[in-house]
């Protein structure tokens, strides 16, 4: 536990936030709010540690937290799934507890109250289909499943760009100055994920010819653009069938 508390970072809008609720007299909102965060985090923590994935650090934001992971791309999709709604239900879990808490008379009800506002807020803030939000995550996920890794990238972005103007008109939350802090958070990584797809997609390829992974499913496809995650490839060059190895083997050498 101790190695995973070094590694909290706060980001600076989440202080402006903290700030902003402690000179307003409202640190019980704040306490409460941070809390959910944290646990909510520690669900992706906890499974991501499971499937041995290695933590490089949570990044607490206004709307929530960010648990960022070093792993390879090409791990198990639906151990992914499990990774990205596991902070869901550890928050649901702790709201349980504050809930049997409340009923038995052990805390108040403006403090269940908080709890339940704030628990309620998250959750369906956090189902958005918003990069960098566990809504996005899942979307990418099961596209991964049915689409080449490409193109479940682009159409993540395009969702999620949708996903914002939606948000915006459909006034489920107050336009204040931390929604609106929130919302250009977003965008900054809509727009950071949208520079890097060169990047994911270039490592993507890597591991697959560094590593060896193993698939039920196998496609044939006709270039490196229409691989999937979830499948091992055959390419169709010319009359010849070539395996994957074999072709990823013949693009970085002539790459480099």
Excluded: W
Excluded at 133 to 158: E, H, P
Excluded at 204 to 231: G, H, P, Q, T
């Amino acid at each position: 536990m101790k190695n995973l508390l070094v590694k909290f970072n706060f980001h600076y809008t989440y202080l402006i936030m903290a700030l902003g609720l402690v000179i307003t007299g409202h640190f019980s909102n704040l306490i409460v709010f941070t809390s959910l965060i944290i646990i909510h985090e520690l669900g992706h923590v906890m499974t991501s540690l499971a499937f041995k994935y290695k933590i490089d650090k949570i990044i607490i934001y206004p709307y929530g937290g960010l648990t960022k992971v070093d792993k390879k791309i090409n791990t198990n999709i639906n151990n992914d799934i499990v990774v990205a709604i596991t902070g869901l239900l550890f928050q649901t879990l702790y709201f349980l507890v504050v809930l049997f808490l409340y009923k038995n008379n052990i805390i108040r009800d403006y403090i269940y109250n908080l709890f339940y506002l704030y628990h309620k807020s998250m959750l369906i803030f956090n189902l958005f289909p918003i990069i960098p939000l566990d809504g996005s995550k899942l979307i990418n996920l099961i596209l991964s499943k049915y689409f080449s890794f490409n193109i479940a990238n682009k159409l993540t972005i395009i969702i999620s760009f949708i996903s914002i103007i939606l948000f915006l008109f459909c006034n489920i939350f107050d336009k204040n100055y931390s929604m609106i802090m929130v919302i250009g958070i977003l965008l900054n990584n809509i727009y950071k994920f949208y520079k890097e797809l060169s990047y994911i997609y270039n490592r993507f390829l890597l591991e697959r010819y560094l590593y060896n992974f193993n698939y039920s499913k196998y496609k044939v496809v006709d270039n490196k653009d229409k691989m999937y995650k979830n499948r091992m490839h055959y390419f169709r060059k010319k009359s010849k069938i070539i395996e994957e190895k074999e072709y990823l083997k013949s693009f970085f050498q002539k790459k480099y």
